[in-house]
Each structure stands twice: as structure tokens, then as C-alpha cells.
């Protein structure tokens, strides 16, 4: 499964990086930011792993601009219910807030690949 991980903070963005590298059954793409992502982001990511606040553009307007084309989990430090509730409103299919742990990002892209196989699996019958 092909993650992109779209993170401003280096440190959180190479944490990321390194963290989901351990599983085999990941592919990770980095960008550090939502424009950079914009330009460089094709067909092969199945899930975009994105922050909220970034500069430039943030993570709402990025998901606005992505219109539908992918799967996103949110990942943010400064989580407020308006934020939430309009990034599940744009399709967005987790929402978490940092710190977290790495085991729960990990079960949240499992989780929607699982979804996203039982979707392809329905349509193919």
C-alpha cells in the first residue's frame, strides 16, 4: 500500500518516514508540504497521511484541492471540533491528534485498507 505523508515538521515528517518504513506491506512518499505534494502526487498513492497546519496552504484547503481523488488520514497538534467535524465533512477517513502513538496510525491505515479492499472486492462481483 502506497502512503504519502504530506508534514511541514521535519522532525515529525523523518519520525513518520521511519516508522511506517518498518512495515513491509508500506511504500512512503514524503513531501513537506501541501503545494510540493500537489505537483508530485500520482495515481500509486492509495492514502494520503496529512497535517492540518502547514504554510502555504493548509491541510483543509489541500484536501479541498485533492477533490475527492484520495483516501486521507488528518494528523494534527492543534485539533479543534470545528476542524474535525469540517475535515470529515471533505471525506477525510481519520482524524488524528499528536502526540500519538505509531501503532494507531498504523491500525487507522489498515483499517481503511481493509475498507478500501472489501469496497473493490463488492464492485468486482
Request: proline share 2%.
Amino acid at each position: 500500500m502506497h502512503v504519502a505523508i504530506v508534514e511541514d515538521d521535519i522532525n515529525m515528517r523523518k519520525s513518520l518516514e521511519i516508522a511506517l518504513g518498518e512495515y513491509a506491506e508500506f511504500k512512503i512518499s514524503t513531501y513537506k508540504s501541501a503545494l510540493d505534494a500537489l505537483k508530485k502526487i500520482d495515481t500509486s498513492v492509495d492514502l494520503i497521511v496529512t497535517d492540518i497546519n502547514m504554510p502555504g496552504m493548509d491541510g483543509i484547503e489541500f484536501i479541498k484541492k485533492l477533490d475527492g481523488q484520495y483516501d486521507v488520514i488528518v494528523i494534527t497538534g492543534n485539533a479543534t471540533l470545528s476542524r474535525a467535524i469540517e475535515s470529515v465533512r471533505l471525506g477525510v477517513k481519520d482524524f488524528l491528534t499528536k502526540p500519538f502513538e505509531i501503532e494507531t496510525l498504523v491500525e487507522a491505515i489498515k483499517r481503511h485498507d481493509k475498507i478500501r479492499t472489501k469496497v473493490k472486492e463488492s464492485f468486482e462481483k
